[in-house]
């Protein structure tokens, strides 16, 4: 455990430990339960040795959320090798599993990072461009015209898609693949409809 | 002015008055913004008062939000007098108009909103839940069978609607009849998907 035995680490190796322990509290309680203390206490540290690394609270959560949601992204990253189609599928799969194998950590980053800071929200907003920019690529590659329009609907569609991984994916007892079958569906209509 | 010349109004109305100014602020910044502080300024009068009648920020939030809310449900309540694509036409026609006629205060509800406490949170939840109410109403009644998936489908709808809102009608060039229309579309889009 480690906080019965502190061990010696580098800077940057103490300051990656930190992040996964914070990154590791999201999957048991929201964003804004994460203090430098608890932090602290979670690493067998002193609160100054936190705070020397993030310096505030705000700072400690932009950086495990930005580990949370590169890990999310690492997770899903398209496979370039399928077609826009198998593609959008295969994302889709790997996006349900993820949420599943991370369940109140995708929580915590969907409604408690909205709590969070100025800069937690603008990583969360970053994330959802990266997976709206993918599903973009996907769609202009299969001929559907680009535009407003088409940005707006896939924009929106990654807000659908988080609330029904949380209804569905979270609190609902639908398998793994009727969840990714409603998401390739609903997104492959709602492009056909605008 | 309100700050100008003090008047002496009974309880009732001066509680009306303050959450109305709470409301109203949220046409120029975001509910964290609000404070007992602020609004006891924009009244005119002390923030002594201002917490004899609402304790906390969190619980003038709460009321402003309640009202704010309660606006909008009332501005967009289904007119029953309609069949059912009639009806879902007319309310995404009174929502757009709603959402541009008070454009930041819409935006503060679903942005600042989240950052709110959990009371505030809770209100905003509820109020997607009316509007998911109606939405399944009209659903059914147009012969849609009833069951979970159709419940997270409108719910995560409402999700998307918020997005396509501030992303279409707030910080868009399309016209108030191409925003009802994408929502139309999209809204029935994803239930024949489902």
Do not use: N
């Not at 906080?3 to 800077?11: K, V």
């Not at 994460?34 to 705070?51: H, M, N």
């Not at 807000?159 to 969840?179: C, R």
Request: aromatic share 6%; proline share 3%; charged share 25%.
């Amino acid at each position: 455990m480690a906080a019965t035995r502190r061990t010696r680490l580098s800077p940057d190796d103490r300051r990656a430990q930190l992040i996964a322990l914070g990154v590791g509290a999201l999957a048991s309680g929201p964003l804004e339960d994460l203090t430098l203390e608890s932090l602290a206490r979670s690493a067998g540290v002193s609160r100054g040795l936190v705070a020397h690394y993030f310096d505030t609270k705000d700072g400690m959560h932009s950086e495990v959320v930005r580990a949370a949601c590169d890990s999310l992204l690492h997770a899903t990253q398209p496979d370039e090798s399928l077609e826009p189609l198998d593609r959008l599928h295969d994302t889709l799969t790997r996006l349900v599993r993820f949420v599943r194998e991370h369940r109140l950590t995708f929580y915590s980053l969907v409604r408690g990072a909205a709590s969070g800071a100025p800069e937690v929200r603008e990583l969360i907003d970053e994330t959802r461009a990266v997976q709206a920019g993918w599903l973009v690529a996907a769609f202009l590659e299969l001929g559907t015209p680009d535009g407003e329009t088409l940005r707006i609907a896939v924009r929106s569609w990654i807000a659908f898609a988080e609330q029904t991984l949380v209804d569905g994916a979270l609190h609902s007892e639908l398998s793994s693949d009727e969840i990714v079958l409603f998401l390739d569906r609903t997104a492959k209509a709602i492009v056909a409809a605008v």
